[in-house]
Nanobody, 127 residues
Framework: QVQLVESGGGSVQAGGSLRLSCAGSTLTQSIACMGWVRQAPGKEREGVAGFDGDGNTYYADSVKGRFTISQDNAKNTLYLQMNSLKPEDTAMYYC?????????????????????WGQGTAVNVST
């Protein structure tokens, strides 16, 4: 069982930055890949960024060049650095992980990709 706890959300003005953190009970031994998924009110989940154990990453087109996903294995922590934030980035952000099947990890987000989820952290970007 993997437990994920997000932090770092908050309110920021457009153009600002936030860094989300996801502390995992174990990120190296039990995980094929991890990622950040967001959901805005009334909208479907959107995969924001993903990261596998080989250092490969993917990003949604909407965040490319603005967001960076990274992992600190020593701290069992996944990060999402979000720069140049826009009001449309407002959402609940979830950290998620997949326990096996790394071949599925870098094709972008799809329902069922991840089987572990955190509780979410809210990001609100105002104009």
């Amino acid at each position: 069982q993997v437990q994920l706890v997000e932090s770092g959300g908050g309110s920021v003005q457009a153009g600002g930055s936030l860094r989300l953190s996801c502390a995992g009970s174990t990120l190296t031994q039990s995980i094929a890949c991890m990622g950040w998924v967001r959901q805005a009110p009334g909208k479907e989940r959107e995969g924001v960024a993903g990261f596998d154990g080989d250092g490969n990453t993917y990003y949604a087109d909407s965040v490319k060049g603005r967001f960076t996903i990274s992992q600190d294995n020593a701290k069992n922590t996944l990060y999402l650095q979000m720069n140049s934030l826009k009001p449309e980035d407002t959402a609940m952000y979830y950290c998620a992980a997949r326990s096996s099947g790394r071949l599925y990890c870098m094709s972008g987000y799809w329902d069922g990709l991840y089987n572990y989820w955190g509780q979410g952290t809210a990001v609100n970007v105002s104009t």
